[in-house]
């Protein structure tokens, strides 16, 4: 798992509550660990029942706090007090797995153990993560403690739906870690640069279709696209991604709005961009497709060896019809493009910019084995309006787009 700038030495307090579930929070305290975050744990009694101690505090290496009344023996202050100091500090708290004992109790303001005094202590955002078998979750007494809290201002991380350790099938199961970390940044992102902005980001490589089974399309995987919303959600952005790749997780807090063809991406991308500060325009849109699509599958002749011939229509410049819009309501504010090129990578670059009226344009060599289409590195020259070139080393997708995010800060000036 790689380093997360927004989690670097953010202090997470997990709590942890006695369900088959605990076992994922290994899991989610080992990768946040790994991710950069200080991450101490409370457990429950009943939490100590499903794993111990000694596994939490092996994947955090820090100590795990599970005794209200322990005291240490060179006669400092006991648990309850000293560490209530432990909700004081914390950025954040997650309780995960919550049970609807521990939820109930949250809900009445009860503090008859270490996790319940650190959560009325506490002062940082809380979130709770329900899990819990059967009918449980949907229960009225749980539903209406967990009503209380998000009116007090908990977070709910909704369980997923599916099957339970007792073999029943219903809404409680504990989100994956990928899910719960990407509710934690959103969170964590909350006051960030881009609070209260609106950023629209494409991404994935359209597809152009030739008949009901087939169609045209190109080597981009998306990947680009995704961290880039994934790092606008964590510099707190209200973030729309138009994806064409189908294959990707979408990142926690972004809007989803699928489409396949360039021409529907025209439209999304015209749609909701009107109110957005920023369009990211990352896809690989298809300059050509198909000028007429069969309506049923083009059949191979048995008798005749012969091919067939497709042609192709241009398709409409994305960019170019966002720079008259830009030109007639002044939004987006910002419009960011990328550029793949091959041979004069530069020179090429800073036409494009200046044709398609853009505020940053970044360019990538796609020739390059470790840039590019589908690897998980880049290798990118930011060029701005203004004539500036800032020219990144070789760096992970999502530190390429926390740079550029960073950059549209600073131009909406609220880095
Ligand atoms: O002209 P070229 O395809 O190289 O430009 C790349 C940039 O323009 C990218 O940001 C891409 O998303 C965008 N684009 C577009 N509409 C097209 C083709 C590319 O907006 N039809």
Sequence with gaps: MDKITLLQTKRIILGVTGSIAAYKAVDLASKLTQTGALVDVIMTEAAQRFVTALAFQSVTGRPVYTNLWHADHSGGLPTHIAHVGLGEGADLMLIAPATAQTLAKLAGGFADNLLTVTALAARCPVAVAPAMDG????????????????E????????????????????????ETPALLGHIRRMLGRSGPLAGCGVVVTAGGTSEAIDPVRFITNRSSGKQGYALAQAALDAGAAVTLISAAHNLPTPVGAALIPVESAREMLDAVLDHSKNADVLVMAAAVADFRPETVAEQKIKKNADDDSGISLQLARNPDILIAVKALRQSTGYPRLAVGFAAESENLLANARSKLERKGLDLLVANDISAQDAGFAVDTNRVTILDAAGGQQELPLASKAQVSEAIIERVSALLGTA
């Design 135 to 150: 009918g449980m979750y949907l229960h009225m007494a749980t539903q209406a403690n967990l009503q209380l809290l998000q």
């Design 152 to 175: 007090r201002g908990v977070t709910l991380i909704e369980p997923d739906e599916g099957r339970f350790a007792s073999g029943l099938v219903g809404r409680g199961r504990l989100p």
